[in-house]
């Protein structure tokens, strides 16, 4: 089974192209090979390898600079992906792709479930939400998993910015009003591997929307405690200044997206697929902490 995977380089790619190499060949995709930007190459470029699973693990990400980018972030969130949908259905290729927790305004008490409706309060919701219409309107096979703070080993992430501030600062002030739980690349790509599993034994998962995160709650704060309480724990040489890690509010943060404050996903609908239960964020978390800071230290 050929299988491309788009955006290889990336958090979620790099964790991708090293968990599901056993599934035959992997063709990894980075800019330099297909640049997304590039909307009249993309089809092509597809055509060539004409693969049975397009992975997308691509996107314009950087959440802040997409309020000035709005054109450039539609062109790789949106219009890029909606021509990887037109060829995947053309081809009768599977396309599976990734969306995210801001595709909702946060304003819902409890955890957001596939079938709510989505409000994006920033240009990078927008755009992604966007990409999953697309896709829902092509008409192809298709698995959008919609995750949420995504924090792992490769690229950079909230956790990698805590663990520099923690040697340079001796207190951190960290947001403590948005829920929502990280989301390990490694949890991905086991989903990833029971689905393809599925997929290529012909017990195949309903197409459409899939909500993909552990369970448990969390917030930035909560997370930014947890991890400054394992470097206490793991640290004898010194080489943290951290003394302390203070909550504050989303508005004594200025930034220029909004973001939702409620970020959690509802994940019984995988669960059930799946056949069984995810575990708490903490349980995926250190195992990711413990190889970040390893490299760190
Ligand atoms: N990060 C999060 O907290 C988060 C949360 C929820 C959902 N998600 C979703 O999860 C997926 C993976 O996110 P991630 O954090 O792994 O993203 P990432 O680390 O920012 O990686 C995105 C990848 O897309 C590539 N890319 C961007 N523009 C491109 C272009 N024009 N042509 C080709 N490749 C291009 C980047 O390549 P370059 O390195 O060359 O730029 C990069 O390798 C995305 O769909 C994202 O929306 C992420």
Redesign the pocket.
């Known amino acids: 089974m050929r299988i491309l995977l788009?955006?290889?380089?990336?958090?979620?790619?790099s964790e991708l192209n090293i968990s599901l190499k056993k599934y035959g060949e992997i063709i990894d995709s980075?800019?330099s090979k297909?640049?997304?930007?590039n909307h009249e190459k993309i089809s092509l470029y597809i055509e060539q390898i004409h693969p049975t699973i397009i992975i997308?693990?691509?996107?314009?990400?950087n959440v802040e600079e997409a309020e000035d980018n709005e054109i450039l972030a539609s062109k790789?969130?949106f219009k890029?992906v909606s021509i990887l949908a037109q060829i995947s259905k053309k081809l009768d290729i599977l396309l599976i792709?990734?969306?995210?927790?801001?595709v909702f305004d946060g304003t819902k008490k409890d955890p957001y479930l596939e079938d709510d409706l989505p409000c994006p309060i920033n240009i990078y919701g927008k755009t992604?939400l966007e990409g999953e219409k697309a896709i829902q309107e092509s008409g192809c096979k298709y698995y959008i998993f919609?995750?949420?703070?995504?924090?792992g080993k490769y690229?950079?992430?909230f956790a990698k910015k805590i663990i520099y501030f923690a040697k340079n600062k001796e207190t951190l002030k960290v947001i403590n009003d948005q829920k929502g739980v990280p989301?390990s690349?490694r949890l991905i790509g086991e989903v990833m591997n029971h689905l393809i599993k599925s997929y290529q034994t012909n017990s195949i998962w309903d197409f459409g929307i899939y909500n993909l995160n552990p369970r448990g709650e969390a917030s930035w704060f909560i997370i930014a405690k947890f991890i400054i309480n394992f470097i206490n724990e793991m640290d004898n040489k010194n080489s943290f200044l951290v003394k302390s890690v203070q909550p504050v509010s989303t508005n004594e943060f200025k930034t220029k997206a909004k973001r939702p404050l409620n970020s959690l996903l509802d994940n019984s609908k995988l669960e059930k697929v799946l056949g069984y239960e995810l575990n708490d964020w903490e349980s995926y978390f250190i195992n990711d902490l413990k190889e970040i800071l390893h490299n760190s230290l």
Request: no cysteine; hydrophobic share 30%.
């Open positions: 788009i955006g290889s380089k990336g958090q979620l790619g980075d800019r297909l640049d997304l930007e997308n693990a691509s996107a314009y990400t790789i969130n890029a792709h990734f969306s995210t927790d801001y992604k919609r995750v949420s703070w995504l924090i690229g950079s992430n989301t690349p």
